[in-house]
């Protein structure tokens, strides 16, 4: 990665732009160790990695990295017997049964998954909830297992109610917690049995409710990007390109990463994606350029794997359709 980024500047030097690469990791070199522990099945190294780390730094996401690994369902277990009183293998444990319920049910519309898969992507998700609310009864100040709980309530679909309340749950502990916001904006999107209008009056809420500033501010490009998702071909480009949409783009980005206020946070890589994603579909080529230029030539998978299987190459399509 950073020869790739020593290649990028001197690149960049050449053409007037940065080499484009998927941005997995947020440069963390914590992450590939955590995925080599977790590969050995090397639970003290894991749980060092983990208890250095800090809910409000990069915890959740080496916790996402550990459960994204083949074979940690294997030895998971045994760690949690081993330590009854100790809530971080249970929540490892219950982000993997997450990860590995998805596996088995795969991304297909539902009408393409079989019974047996839905079966075993329920049994998984609910073990993933047990092991959570434990997490939870032992740390109670913990913000990430409540963040687990609202996506196996969305897979498990346990209710518009209690899916509020894990969010509620999440927030009180860690009120800009960006993953839970995006669950919740999931969660009340048309195609998990809410509307578009819900899903943008909460993107509008969350971000506004804010501080200037916020990282937030991308809930409001992904919401319009969900909407044009969900419409058929010819209508979601025209919609993108409404001029109420261009000015709620605006207004979030005055709101989040143009304002003086505004940190980089780990995130700041997602957000900035975002918002050139959804500037680029509502032709608006000046603002996408200039998110294309904050992000440095780093891609995240999301949202540019909705327009192609290789984000970087979908990247790069609208980067030069910008003119940067």
Sequence with gaps: MALLRGMGRTLGRMTGRPVAYLDKDADDPQMPLARAAA??????ALRALLEASSESGNRTALVWAIADTQG????????????????MPRL????RQITWGWEARTSLRAQHVSREQFRTFHERLQQGEEWLYEAAELEPRWSAPW??????????QVGPEIARRRFEATVRRYPQHLGAHDQRLQQVCEKWGGSHEEMHAFAREAVFGAPAGTMLGGLVAEAHIEQWLHLDGGEDDAYMRLPEVRESLHAAAEHSYRHPEFVRGRSWASLLNAF??????AGDREAARECFELTEGRVTESPWNYLDNDP?????????AAGR
Excluded: C, H, N
Aim: hydrophobic residues 50%; aromatic residues 12%.
């Design 39 to 44: 590969a050995a099945g090397d639970w003290p």
């Design 72 to 87: 940690v369902e294997q030895w998971i277990g045994r760690a949690i017997e081993a330590e009854p009183a100790s809530a």
């Design 92 to 95: 490892v444990g219950g982000f």
């Design 147 to 156: 963040y687990g709980l609202l996506v196996t309530g969305r897979g498990l």
């Design 276 to 281: 050139a994603m959804a500037f680029s579909l």
């Design 312 to 320: 970087v190459a979908a990247y790069r399509k609208q980067r030069s």
